[in-house]
């Protein structure tokens, strides 16, 4: 089966400017979640979907950041504006099932905010 | 509050070696402990995974962990390391049941002939 794939692969864009990063879950799967690790830190949890509903958004920066899901497939996270702290790479991962159900991950974009 | 902490930037291990990977976390109830791998250009790969049960979990490419409840710690293992195991090794935890996951900065593996 596919894996995750993400969208683009790197972005660089402007403070001020608007991006929009896309996620393709691996199908079947309605659990998607979105994390991001910033300047080689910790890999931090940003939200979770199940299907089209958030299920858990405690981890979003602030309210530049948009996350949807629309139809419970492919999601999109888009930062608007982008400031220079949101450099980092964002992962979008999916599973399965929530409870005990091992995550599988993309290989990121990686957003270079000048 | 969930923590995971790996303490070692970076390992260093000649092939053929065993290595050992640490890991110690701080959660509140019961550890769901994960390990992942990221390559190069790639995305995390799932390692192995302790939910419950037996303490010694087994995973992908024969590395093992073993969950020490007393130390809390889940250091990541394998008898003989591969210059192919190089890479960045990412422990993880959650609790209910494996929603988000809480992650270690990271541990770089070098592996060399």
């Known amino acids: 089966e596919a894996g995750v794939t993400q969208f683009p692969s790197h972005s660089v864009i402007e403070k001020g400017q608007t991006v929009t990063l896309r996620c393709d879950p691996i199908?079947?799967?309605?659990?998607l979640y979105w994390y991001r690790r910033v300047m080689g830190k910790e890999i931090k949890f940003l939200l979770h979907?199940?299907?089209?509903?958030?299920?858990?958004e405690s981890g979003m920066p602030n309210n530049r950041f948009l996350a949807e899901r629309t139809g419970g497939t492919y999601s999109t996270l888009k930062v608007q504006p982008a400031e220079l702290e949101d450099s980092g790479v964002y992962f979008c991962?999916?599973?399965?099932?929530?409870?005990?159900?091992?995550?599988?991950f993309g290989p990121g974009t990686r957003l270079t905010v000048t | 509050a969930q923590s995971v902490a790996q303490p070692e930037d970076q390992v260093n291990v000649a092939e053929g070696n065993p290595l050992t990977v640490k890991c110690t976390y701080s959660v509140s109830g019961n550890p769901y402990l994960f390990w992942y791998v990221q390559y190069p250009n790639r995305g995390l790969q799932f390692l192995l995974k302790y939910i419950t049960g037996d303490n010694l979990v087994k995973g992908s490419y024969g590395f093992e962990a073993e969950f020490n409840k007393s130390q809390t710690s889940f250091h990541l293992k394998k008898p003989s390391a591969l210059v192919s195991d190089s890479a960045l090794y990412f422990c993880a935890s959650s609790t209910g049941g494996g929603n988000k996951l809480t992650f270690g900065t990271g541990t770089q593996l070098k592996v060399e002939l």
């Open positions: 979907f199940v299907k089209e509903s958030k299920q858990d």
């Open positions: 199908s079947g799967h309605d659990n």
């Open positions: 991962a999916s599973s399965r099932g929530q409870f005990y159900h091992e995550q599988y």
